[in-house]
C-alpha cells in the first residue's frame, strides 16, 4: 500500500531564508511523485511532478524537489522564500500502474517578514 | 487557472438534503477524480472516472454516488446529508493514458447546517 508521510505540519520560514518542506514515501516501488500547493480559498495547484529521468526536479515559483530512492523522500525546496510562497503544500504519490493519488496530510508554510 | 471548472462554488443546505454538485474537466481530459477536503480527515480521495467508467473507489460513503457524461463532465451526488459532510469538494481531471498529474478545479464548499 501507498502512504506519504509530511513531517511538520506547519514550517515558519523568514523571508529570503532556506524553504524545506519533507516528504516520505513508502512503497516496494518507486512511485510517481508530486508537490502541490493550496493558497487560502483555491484549489491545488501543481508544483512540480517526478517520473522517470534526472532525480532533482525543478518547478514552478522557484521550488525544486530531488527524488532519493535511498531515502525514499522526495522533499522540496526554495533557496529563498517569498511572501508570497505563504500556503498549504501538498505531497502525493501514485503508482505506475494505478491511477489513484495519495497525498500527504499537508505543511502549512509560513513566511515571516 | 487550470482549466477545470466546478460549480456552485458555495452551497449550504440543511441537513438530510440531497445536493450535486458538478464539474467541466479540462478540455481533452478523460479522467475526473472527486476529492473531499476536511479540517480533520484532510483530502481524501473519493473516486476516478474515465471516458464515462468508473475506474477507482477510495472513501466514498454510499450515500455519495457520481457519474460521468459522455460530454466527459462529472456530477457527485451526496444524499442525506449530515453535518459531517460539511467540507471542500475538489474535482480534478487528467488526460487519464500515459500521464498522471491532476489539475484540480477552485472547489465547492458545503456547508450542511
Known amino acids: 500500500a501507498q502512504s506519504v508521510t509530511q513531517l511538520g505540519s506547519h514550517v515558519s520560514v523568514s523571508e529570503g531564508a532556506l524553504v524545506l518542506l519533507r516528504c516520505n514515501y513508502s512503497s516496494s516501488v518507486p512511485p510517481y511523485l508530486f508537490w502541490y500547493v493550496q493558497y487560502p480559498n483555491q484549489g491545488l495547484q501543481l508544483l512540480l511532478k517526478?517520473?522517470?529521468?534526472?532525480?532533482l526536479v525543478k518547478g514552478i515559483n522557484g521550488f525544486e524537489a530531488e527524488f532519493k530512492k535511498s531515502e525514499t523522500s522526495f522533499h522540496l525546496t526554495k533557496p529563498s522564500a517569498h511572501m508570497s510562497d505563504a500556503a498549504e503544500y501538498f505531497c502525493a504519490v501514485i503508482r505506475h500502474t494505478g491511477n489513484q493519488f495519495y497525498f500527504g496530510t499537508g505543511t502549512s508554510l509560513t513566511v515571516i517578514p | 487557472d487550470s482549466g477545470v471548472t466546478q460549480t456552485p462554488k458555495h452551497l449550504i443546505t440543511a441537513t438530510g438534503q440531497r445536493v450535486t454538485l458538478r464539474c467541466s474537466p479540462r478540455s481533452g481530459d478523460l479522467s475526473v477524480y472527486w476529492y473531499q477536503q476536511s479540517l480533520d480527515q484532510g483530502l481524501q480521495f473519493l473516486i476516478q472516472?474515465?471516458?464515462?467508467?468508473?475506474?477507482a473507489k477510495g472513501n466514498i460513503l454510499e450515500r455519495f454516488s457520481a457519474q460521468q457524461f459522455p460530454d466527459l463532465h462529472s456530477e457527485l451526488n451526496l444524499s442525506s446529508l449530515e453535518l459531517g459532510d460539511s467540507a471542500l469538494y475538489f474535482c480534478a481531471s487528467s488526460p487519464g493514458t500515459g500521464s498522471y498529474e491532476q489539475y484540480f478545479g477552485p472547489g465547492t464548499r458545503l456547508t450542511v447546517t
Open positions: 472516472y474515465y471516458n464515462g467508467e468508473e475506474r
Open positions: 517526478y517520473t522517470t529521468g534526472a532525480t
